[in-house]
């Protein structure tokens, strides 16, 4: 099983931009599937982007051109770097882990783009 951490979250001006990280412990890192979520006040939880054990990533069509995920196994950890933000950005962005039946979240962290 692995457990999620997910730190970066931040004010930040429009047009800015942020990194999210997303820190797992427990053994297996790399068979893991990883995505981003995110939750804005009043609406259903999103996925933002994906990224599989091998490599295949995903986004939404909202984000594409200005989010990209990656991953460094070696550090057990999954990245969101969000560029050319926008007030519609603003959520609560959750990491999530899975593998076969298992599905792990993250407690979230806060981004709020704003001037």
């Known amino acids: 099983q692995v457990q999620l951490v997910e730190s970066g979250g931040d004010l930040v001006q429009p047009g800015g931009s942020l990194r999210l990280s997303c820190v797992g412990s427990?053994?297996?890192?790399?068979?893991?599937?990883f995505a981003w979520y995110r939750q804005a006040p009043g609406k259903e939880r999103e996925l933002v982007a994906s990224i599989t054990s091998g490599g295949t990533i995903r986004y939404s069509d909202s984000v594409k051109g200005r989010f990209t995920i990656s991953r460094v196994n070696g550090k057990n950890s999954v990245y969101l770097e969000m560029n050319n933000m926008k007030a519609a950005d603003t959520a609560v962005y959750y990491c999530?882990?899975?593998?076969?039946?298992?599905?792990?979240w993250g407690h979230g962290t806060q981004v709020t783009v704003s001037s």
């Open positions: 999530n882990a899975r593998s076969g039946g298992y599905i792990s």
């Open positions: 427990g053994a297996g890192f790399s068979f893991y599937n």
